[in-house]
């Protein structure tokens, strides 16, 4: 079946840092979505793209459908960006695929 | 901007218990979806909806009914409550399949 792999499972960062979090799929996908889920358990919407790159504030993502993968980079990380971070992706019609989530502490 | 709320947030039932599970949209969207999310998962879907009267069936429906009163409102219902059902439950709705999901607050089910 569709396959979604997110690494990694789990990144501890410091204020200030930035990295890359990643979703790869098995299949080609239409679209990919990508959310944190915060301390209070509410999922908020960070990106929707069907191609190219999304940039808002300091998030960045990019998706390429051809390579099978998304990305989602965090630069000068704050505490408020702890969370775990989901990637969702469309494969056609009603289905959507999550991966099992990248969870993100970001430490003092 | 898209409103999607459920409620209740949190709720306490025991096994065999009756639980309804309420999510309302006013983003005028047509699809609506129930998932459950638990821990080491991502979102599983459990139901959706493309009007008021559909009703589709996700990947996960055992032990769960689904109905969609009007296109705002979609509710889950589990009959009879299991401690497999422990878990946080998202409404969410989409103008299309092609479209972004906007997803409610989420609700969190304990089943003893």
């Known amino acids: 079946g569709d396959q979604v792999e997110q690494?990694?499972?789990?990144?501890?960062?410091?204020e200030g840092t930035g990295s890359a979090l990643r979703c790869n799929f098995t299949t080609t996908m239409r679209a990919v979505q990508w959310f944190r889920k915060n301390s209070r358990g509410s999922l908020i919407n960070l990106f929707y793209l069907a191609s190219g790159t999304k940039e808002n504030g300091r998030l960045k993502s990019a998706f390429d459908s051809k390579e099978r993968y998304s990305t989602l980079h965090i630069r000068d990380a704050q505490l408020e960006d702890s969370g775990t971070y989901f990637c969702a992706v469309r494969t056609g019609g009603y289905k959507v695929v999550f991966g099992s989530g990248t969870r993100l502490l970001v430490s003092p | 901007e898209a409103a999607v709320t459920q409620s209740p947030r949190n709720k306490?039932?025991?096994?065999?218990?009756?639980?309804?599970?309420?999510?309302?949209?006013?983003?005028?969207?047509?699809?609506?979806?129930?998932y459950r999310q638990d821990t080491g998962h991502g979102l599983r879907?459990?139901?959706?909806?493309?009007?008021?009267?559909?009703?589709?069936?996700?990947?996960?429906?055992?032990?769960?009914?689904?109905?969609?009163?009007?296109?705002?409102?979609?509710?889950?219902?589990?009959?009879?409550?299991?401690?497999?059902?422990?878990s946080l439950y998202f409404c969410a709705s989409s103008p299309g399949t092609n479209y972004e999901q906007y997803f409610g607050p989420g609700t969190r089910l304990t089943v003893l």
């Open chain 1, 7 to 14: 690494s990694p499972s789990a990144l501890s960062l410091h």
């Open chain 2, 12 to 34: 306490v039932t025991v096994t065999g218990g009756n639980v309804t599970l309420s999510c309302r949209q006013t983003n005028s969207h047509n699809y609506m979806y129930w």
């Open chain 2, 45 to 86: 879907l459990i139901h959706y909806s493309y009007g008021a009267g559909n009703l589709q069936i996700g990947d996960v429906p055992d032990g769960y009914k689904a109905t969609r009163t009007t296109q705002e409102d979609f509710f889950l219902l589990l009959e009879l409550a299991s401690p497999s059902q422990t």
